[in-house]
């Protein structure tokens, strides 16, 4: 969101104001700061290893108290988090109009991902306009019955932050062996926990110990269901480095020096093709399918010994590897935020909740 965040600052005729639920409040932290964008309002809703009824449950009453306050005309919204859910409903409830950034999403699977596939349905369902980031995501949302006129395709603006990011992003901040090449891995889903996180670890300690000349970066979510079986499965391989979660920016550089990534993240699957670096996806399914019709993005799901074929054939096999290593982007362009910004100008200037 920072990318529409700063267009709309250079724009005379709206005036913009920032709420954080800091749902993820570490997160959130660093990448306000990098962009320099400061919250006009924080809600600061985040309690350690909160449910889902829980937060939701703040999130209507503080996200009700924010919008008899603040009266807006309009408010966006992005992505597929219980935020996101949370504040379409309750503009929903108030008849302010939701412009949902990165709209029509689907896998079609109501429980993968979990809970991020409802949100996003519950979020279409209730928004006025919808920043589709490819054709695809436009023709889920015709399918799912929304008006073509309301339907905008943008570009993703992970894209542009990317974009602007990439530039400057040399420095992962976390020692390694920069003499071996990287794999990177993520992994924190909610569908995962359990034996599935455990199937991960197992692939990612095999591989370790299969490819003493590799290097393994794994940057672990604070969740306890991630966080103490990656530490008590992969804390002693002398070639796995675990660490707390990167701020964005190195996080961008370990991408860049990445010979190829392990993840079950939304976003990587959007950035690292950019980048050109190929990507195994940890799910069965994705929302995101353009990359994975590119053949730059692989599901592997969370078995182990498919995980370890398909990495260790990337380790191996060169022309599998170049195949998958080819900067394909087809989530946009970097000029998302600059599209958004003008759609909304022309749907605020001619609607009743204009200005």
């Given at each position: 969101m920072a990318p529409v965040i700063k267009a709309f600052q250079q724009e005379d005729w709206a005036e913009?104001?920032?709420?954080?639920?800091?749902?993820?409040?570490?997160?959130?932290?660093?990448?306000?700061?990098?962009?320099?964008?400061?919250?006009?309002?924080?809600?600061?809703?985040?309690?350690?290893?909160?449910?889902?009824?829980?937060?939701?449950?703040?999130?209507?009453?503080?996200?009700?108290?924010?919008?008899?306050?603040?009266?807006?005309?309009?408010?966006?919204?992005?992505?597929?988090?219980?935020?996101?859910?949370?504040?379409?409903?309750?503009?929903?409830?108030?008849?302010?109009?939701?412009?949902?950034?990165?709209?029509?999403?689907?896998?079609?699977?109501?429980?993968?991902?979990?809970?991020?596939?409802?949100?996003?349905?519950?979020?279409?369902?209730?928004?006025?306009?919808?920043?589709?980031?490819?054709?695809g995501s436009r023709n889920n949302l015709l399918k799912d019955g929304i008006a073509d006129d309301a339907i905008f395709v943008t570009g993703n603006t992970v894209i542009d932050a990317l974009m602007i990011t990439a530039q400057r992003a040399n420095d992962i901040g976390v020692d390694i062996d920069r003499d071996k090449p990287l794999i990177l891995v993520t992994s924190h889903r909610r569908e995962n926990f359990g034996a599935p996180f455990e199937s991960i670890c197992r692939?990612?300690?095999?591989?370790?110990?299969?490819?003493?000349?590799?290097?393994?970066?794994?940057?672990?979510?604070?969740?306890?269901?991630?966080?103490?079986?990656?530490?008590?499965?992969?804390g002693s391989k002398p070639n796995i480095v675990l660490c707390d979660p990167l701020d964005y920016e190195p996080f961008v550089a370990a991408m860049k020096r990445a010979k190829f990534i392990i993840t079950d993240s939304g976003g990587v699957q959007e950035e690292a093709p950019a980048l050109g670096k190929p990507v195994l996806v940890l799910r069965d399914?994705?929302?995101?399918?353009?990359?994975?019709?590119?053949?730059?993005?692989?599901?592997?799901?969370?078995?182990?010994d498919r995980?370890?074929?398909?990495?260790?054939?990337?380790?191996?096999?060169?022309?599998?590897?170049?195949?998958?290593?080819?900067?394909?982007?087809?989530?946009?362009?970097?000029?998302?935020a600059e599209r958004i910004v003008n759609a909304m100008r022309g749907q605020l200037l001619k609607s009743k909740h204009g200005l």
């Open positions: 913009v104001r920032v709420l954080a639920t800091a749902q993820h409040r570490q997160i959130l932290d660093q990448v306000v700061e990098f962009f320099g964008i400061q919250p006009d309002i924080d809600l600061n809703i985040m309690q350690p290893n909160q449910s889902l009824s829980s937060l939701t449950s703040r999130l209507l009453v503080e996200l009700e108290r924010v919008l008899e306050s603040e009266k807006p005309d309009a408010v966006l919204v992005q992505g597929d988090t219980t935020t996101v859910m949370a504040m379409s409903l309750a503009c929903f409830y108030r008849r302010i109009p939701v412009g949902h950034v990165e709209a029509g999403l689907r896998t079609w699977d109501i429980s993968s991902p979990f809970p991020e596939e409802a949100n996003r349905v519950i979020a279409g369902k209730l928004s006025t306009w919808h920043f589709a980031p490819t054709e692939a990612i300690a095999k591989l370790a110990d299969e490819n003493t000349g590799m290097q393994f970066l794994y940057p672990v979510h604070p969740n306890p269901n991630i966080r103490d079986v990656a530490y008590a499965t992969l399914e994705t929302e995101r399918p353009e990359a994975v019709e590119e053949g730059v993005v692989m599901l592997v799901g969370a078995e182990c995980i370890v074929e398909a990495a260790q054939r990337l380790i191996d096999d060169p022309t599998f590897y170049k195949s998958m290593a080819r900067g394909v982007s087809p989530y946009g362009d970097g000029k998302a």
